[in-house]
Structure formats: C-alpha cells, structure tokens
C-alpha cells in the first residue's frame, strides 16, 4: 500500500518536524526543551524550508513557550459543521 505525500514528508523530515500543508515549509522541534524562564518551559523552534540545492536551510528562530504552545493549540476550534 502506497504511503501518502504528508507522511512520505513527515519521514523525511523526521522527528519533531511539523510540515506546513501548502509550502516546503515547515517548523523543527528540538529534541529537549531549552530549560525554565519565570514565564514557563521554553522551546526553540526553527522555522525551515529548503534552498534552490535542497537542503535544509533556517528561516528563523522562535523562543516561546510550551505553555504558550499548547494553550494557543488548545484555543483553535474545529470548524462548525452547520450550514447557514
């Protein structure tokens, strides 16, 4: 049985990886978090894609916490299923 596009990407990517939907992009988690700030756990978090070579080149970096993450995660709805 044939893997599909999104998973072959999330294999090659790796662990940690969340690819965007629409474009080469996406973000890379590190393996461990960077440690405690007063305001929580925080993660960095590299926004990738790739060069004209193909390889793995950094946008930017992101400092922000797991707390946040998950709370703006969390505060996402699915979509409503009635029709107007």
């Given at each position: 049985m044939p893997i599909s596009w999104h998973t072959r990407l999330k294999n090659e990517l790796g662990?940690?990886?969340?690819?965007?939907?629409?474009?080469?992009?996406?973000?890379?988690?590190?393996?461990?978090?960077g440690g405690f700030?007063?305001?929580?756990?925080y993660i960095v978090l590299n926004v990738m894609t790739t060069d004209a070579n193909d390889k793995?080149?950094?946008?930017?970096?992101?400092?922000?916490?797991?707390?946040?993450?998950?709370?703006?995660?969390?505060?996402?709805?699915a979509p409503s299923t009635e029709k107007a």
């Amino acid at each position: 049985m044939p893997i599909s596009w999104h998973t072959r990407l999330k294999n090659e990517l790796g662990k940690g990886a969340v690819p965007c939907l629409v474009s080469g992009r996406w973000l890379k988690f590190p393996s461990e978090s960077g440690g405690f700030f007063k305001e929580g756990e925080y993660i960095v978090l590299n926004v990738m894609t790739t060069d004209a070579n193909d390889k793995d080149r950094k946008l930017c970096e992101l400092v922000v916490t797991r707390e946040d993450l998950l709370d703006a995660i969390n505060s996402v709805k699915a979509p409503s299923t009635e029709k107007a």
